[in-house]
T-cell receptor, first 113, second 111 residues
Framework: EPEVTQTPSHQVTQMGQEVILRCVPISNHLYFYWYRQILGQKVEFLVS????????KSEIFDDQFSVERPDGSNFTLKIRSTKLEDSAMYFCASSGLNNSPLHFGNGTRLTVT | QKEVEQDPGPLSVPEGAIVSLNCTYS??????FMWYRQYSRKGPELLMY????GNKEDGRFTAQVDKSSKYISLFIRDSQPSDSATYLCAMSAQGAQKLVFGQGTRLTINP
């Protein structure tokens, strides 16, 4: 069964450094998403991406965050200058159509020290 | 009032029991309702997906949506130890991109 894959599984970085989290969505999907889950808290929406542009973003997704689909398969989340509070699990997801179910990857655990 | 509320548990039941998991919500615009299962250090795995009100059954799992009460449920019949996980409800409005998740209920099935 096709799946969403994310790399790396765990990323440790120092405060102020840039990180790029990578995702390969399911190949025929059109909508791509990033969510995050701080330890012990809810899964929270960050951003959705369709037709090579951001279609919706949350208040969490400020100027420090950006997304890109650099080629036909990868979808990346960049955090420009990481803060301690960015430490969380980051999940990539994709879906075939708007409002169709999302399929999630296993996440990247980001630890900012 | 939180947009989606879900009792975090933990909930512990014996093997073979029927499990009932629930969420309430406040946004009447929600039309799409999902249940995800999340094992420790893994991503959410889609279990059930329903549109608007009604019931949907898939094997041992039944999802119910009552839009008039803004209440959704997931029932697990003949529960197994492998069902031990955190169960997340999630929902979205028509045309909206984002899913809004509940807190998740941590479930343990005891052999």
């Amino acid at each position: 069964e096709p799946e969403v894959t994310q790399t790396p599984s765990h990323q440790v970085t120092q405060m102020g450094q840039e990180v790029i989290l990578r995702c390969v969505p399911i190949s025929n999907h059109l909508y791509f998403y990033w969510y995050r889950q701080i330890l012990g808290q809810k899964v929270e929406f960050l951003v959705s991406f369709y037709n090579n542009e951001i279609s919706e973003k949350s208040e969490i997704f400020d100027d420090q965050f950006s997304v890109e689909r650099p080629d036909g398969s990868n979808f990346t989340l960049k955090i420009r200058s990481t803060k301690l509070e960015d430490s969380a699990m980051y999940f990539c997801a994709s879906s075939g159509l708007n409002n169709s179910p999302l399929h999630f990857g296993n996440g990247t655990r980001l630890t900012v020290t | 009032q939180k947009e989606v509320e879900q009792d975090p548990g933990p909930l512990s039941v014996p093997e073979g029991a029927i499990v009932s998991l629930n969420c309430t919500y406040s946004n009447s615009a929600f039309q799409y309702f999902m249940w995800y299962r999340q094992y420790s250090r893994k991503g959410p795995e889609l279990l059930m997906y329903t549109y608007s009100s009604g019931n949907k059954e898939d094997g041992r799992f039944t999802a119910q949506v009552d839009k008039s009460s803004k209440y959704i449920s997931l029932f697990i019949r003949d529960s197994q130890p492998s069902d031990s996980a955190t169960y997340l409800c999630a929902m979205s409005a028509q045309g909206a991109q984002k899913l809004v998740f509940g807190q998740g209920t941590r479930l343990t099935i005891n052999p």
